[in-house]
């Protein structure tokens, strides 16, 4: 499949978040971050302020739950009409119950790992998803470094994916920019998170379809 392009609106400005939700109008989905400043040590929105975006976005949303007791909240992000919500593996008791509740509620199922956590852990829940989410920095904050050592991992992951013939995207989030999009493309990711790349160019659209190139290979 092409590739897309997730800005994140971590990087946008708060005070003007539907200006700058439609100036990445040219991407693909908008990667919204979900903190609880426990499971990560930030704070960012909620499920009133989700809500609202869903209304104004011009695109469906990529909603990133990185937040405790994952199998009590995911559900309702999904019920705000968020297209597709992505909890961590780490914090959800019940995986696959989540997963299946989730896709119930009429949204795509995306899980993601900390760079920590070893896919072994997670191989047997890749039927029951539609995209791994392989973190590339710590989660909590942008601006970080792309760590190089997930690139491994990505590798795994396509090949686990491509083997059993499974339709599951791979999402790759943290230090995604025109460095290392090709990287990351090359190991089997086809769906990258962007927030600093993005919002930090003089050029909104044409980064974001530089991004896009960079990626297809």
């Not at 007791?69 to 008791?93: I, K, L, M, N």
């Not at 896919?119 to 989410?133: F, S």
């Not at 499974?166 to 943290?174: K, N």
């Amino acid at each position: 499949m092409a590739a897309l392009i997730n800005p994140s609106i971590l990087s946008a400005d708060f005070v003007n978040l539907e200006r700058d939700i439609r100036a990445v109008a040219d991407a693909d989905w908008v990667h919204v971050d979900v903190m609880d400043n426990h499971f990560v040590p930030n704070l960012t929105i909620g499920l009133p302020v989700v809500e609202r975006i869903r209304e104004v976005s011009p695109l469906p949303l990529d909603v990133h739950l990185m937040i405790e007791d994952a199998d009590r909240w995911a559900p309702q992000f999904a019920e705000t009409g968020a297209q597709s919500v992505t909890f961590h593996v780490e914090a959800a008791a019940h995986p696959e119950k989540l997963a299946k509740e989730i896709r119930r509620l009429g949204a795509r199922v995306g899980m993601a790992v900390k760079p920590g956590t070893p896919l072994e852990e997670v191989e047997h829940l890749l039927p029951g998803i539609d995209m791994l989410l392989v973190m590339t920095v710590e989660p909590g904050f942008g601006g970080q470094s792309f760590m190089d050592d997930q690139l491994a991992k990505i590798s795994a992951a396509r090949a686990l994916i491509s083997a059993s013939d499974l339709d599951v995207w791979i999402q790759v989030d943290g230090g995604i920019s025109r460095e290392t999009i090709a990287r990351a493309a090359e190991a089997g990711a086809n769906v990258f998170v962007a927030g600093s790349a993005i919002y930090g160019a003089e050029d909104i659209p044409l980064e974001i379809e530089t991004l896009r190139r960079l990626a297809e290979v």
